[in-house]
């Protein structure tokens, strides 16, 4: 027997605004036509002024929660995926552990930007396994409307905000890839790429700055590396393509989500999207996609259900979760 780090629960928030394709036009030389077909974007959600992150984050975090029909006195720990922290330190994890009324344990943040969530699972998942904590709130929240440059039209339209929420809890497993819970997960990072997308400017440099995106070029890294690490995941398990329910893909580019899908020989009925209605989050994206997939019914306990993302680094990653 041993230790599984099993989902309890699952929840997100989305800021009230919505932001759909065509606002662009009045501002940018760019088309509802033009975004939907190259990425597969139609609207977004942006957060209200004086929103932020943490406190999305806290609002994802309260809906697994009450999904889990847990209490706050019982969680541990929390894991908060994101690159667009309220301020540069203290981390934004501890402000929703101030927010939640979480008076014990810990918390802090993990900056893997788009992979974010699939490096905080890892973390949460091996707190869990060594014993340090029974019970996780993994989060992926962000607020990128802040650092787009809204006179880009090659990045402005492609993302959005918001947050999502998954609880682990510790527990005992056969050892066997029909166990609940994490069952493997598979991280990467390669910092020749990082010219790819990034933000230029930052604390050291005394500055703020926007993201910078040569957009084709992480398309080409993607599909290739991210069905690779989604089949080593698997292989990690002892599983293959054949043994998945859902992969519930970082959602950037409708384009990236199917090419990834078919080089694994996966069906796109297989996948959960939310591209169309969120845009790309950022490390939010993945806890969104859980939590939507769960609400319409497609993710079920006992699925197979294999997450990938890939983003600025480059970093990228994967993880099997037996639902
Ligand atoms: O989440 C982190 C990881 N990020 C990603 O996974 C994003 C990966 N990349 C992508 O999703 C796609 O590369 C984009 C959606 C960003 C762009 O699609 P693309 O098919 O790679 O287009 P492109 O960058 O090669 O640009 C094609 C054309 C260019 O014009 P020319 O040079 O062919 O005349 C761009 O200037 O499209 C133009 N363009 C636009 N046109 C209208 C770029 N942005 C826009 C726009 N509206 N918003």
Known sequence: MIRRAVVAGVGHYLPERVVPNSEFEATLDTSDEWIRSR???????????????????????????????????????????????????????????????????????????????????????????????????????????????????????????????????????????????????????????RDLLYVDGGVSTQSTGFLRMQGNQVFRHAVEKLAQTAEDALAKAGLTAEDVDWIVPHQANIRIIQGTAKKMGLPMEKVVVTVQDHGNTSAASIPLALSVGKAHGQIREGDLVVTEAIGGGLAWGAVVIRW
């Open 39 to 193: 990425s597969g974007i139609e609207r977004r959600h942006f957060a209200a002024e004086g929103e932020t992150t943490s406190g999305m984050a806290a609002a994802a975090a309260r809906a697994a929660l009450a999904d889990a029909g847990m209490g706050v006195d019982r969680i541990d720990a929390i894991v908060l995926a994101t690159s667009t922290a309220d301020l540069t330190f203290p981390s934004a994890a501890t402000m929703v552990q101030a927010a939640l009324g979480m008076e014990r344990g810990f918390a802090f943040d993990v900056q893997a930007v788009c992979a974010g969530f699939a490096y905080a699972l890892a973390n949460a998942n091996a707190l869990i396994l060594s014993g340090q904590a029974d019970r996780v709130l993994v989060i992926g929240a962000e607020t990128f409307s802040r650092i787009l440059d809204w006179t880009d039209r090659s990045t402005c339209v492609l993302f959005g905000d918001g947050a999502g929420a998954l609880v682990l809890e510790a527990r005992t497993g056969g050892g066997t890839s029909e166990d609940r819970g994490i069952l493997a997960t598979d991280l990467h990072s390669d910092g020749r790429y």
